[in-house]
């Protein structure tokens, strides 16, 4: 695919600008996956989807092609994110919520088989991680959604956020444990 992608820029960069939908089909559904999570609504995933397919076709003249293609719209895309999660007055909303209809932002699909208890039980538990996620800074909640989510790599990971391995591996880790301590009161509910 790498290789697939590389002649897809070279033709973008000749001229061809229709080609560059090749890109846009062939990465999508990770950079949409990785959007959502981070933000945490279809809206604003699908805004940082085109934004970063945007912001990727303006800038393609600086694409290195040693790298993926796909790792590097991936990055936009999270930096995209981390822009809109940063940006003032946003952030505060993001973070806050709507704390009064926790089930606005999620969809609840049940089971025949569910009873009320339980449906209602796996609403509250959806509720509390929801808030949990929007706790975290906007880097430890990049970091964990690309580690445990995306199964990316810490060098991957220090790579899209543009920081050292450590500090990825640190952003990871404090993630981690403020979630662990949120989360803790699920235990005996579940």
């Known amino acids: 695919m790498q290789e697939n992608d590389h002649s897809i820029v070279r033709a973008?960069?000749?001229?061809?600008?229709?080609?560059?939908?090749?890109?846009?089909?062939?990465?999508?559904?990770?950079?949409?996956?990785?959007?959502?999570?981070?933000m945490g609504n279809e809206a604003d995933a699908e805004e940082i989807v085109?934004?970063?397919?945007?912001?990727?076709?303006?800038?393609?003249?600086?694409?290195?092609?040693?790298?993926?293609?796909?790792?590097w719209v991936y990055r936009i895309a999270v930096n995209c994110a981390l822009d809109r999660i940063q940006r003032p007055g946003i952030e505060a909303e993001y973070r806050a919520g709507d704390e009064n209809d926790p089930e606005e932002k999620t969809v609840q699909i049940e089971t025949q088989d569910a009873d009320p208890e339980r449906s209602l039980l796996s609403r509250e538990i959806g509720a509390v991680q929801e808030r949990a996620?929007?706790?975290?800074?906007?880097?430890?909640?990049?970091?964990?959604?690309?580690?445990?989510?995306?199964?990316?790599?810490?060098?991957?990971?220090?790579?899209?956020?543009?920081?050292?391995?450590?500090?990825?591996?640190?952003?990871?880790f404090r993630a981690v444990q403020k979630l662990r301590r949120e989360l803790a009161p699920l235990r005996g509910m579940a």
């Open 133 to 172: 996620m929007r706790r975290l800074t906007p880097t430890e909640k990049a970091a964990f959604v690309m580690r445990h989510h995306e199964d990316r790599s810490v060098n991957e990971i220090a790579e899209v956020l543009g920081v050292a391995p450590n500090a990825a591996k640190n952003a990871v």
């Open 50 to 71: 085109q934004e970063a397919f945007l912001r990727g076709y303006q800038r393609l003249e600086s694409f290195q092609q040693r790298a993926s293609f796909g790792t």
């Open 12 to 38: 973008v960069l000749a001229g061809d600008k229709e080609a560059y939908g090749a890109l846009v089909r062939a990465h999508s559904g990770s950079i949409f996956r990785v959007a959502f999570r981070m």
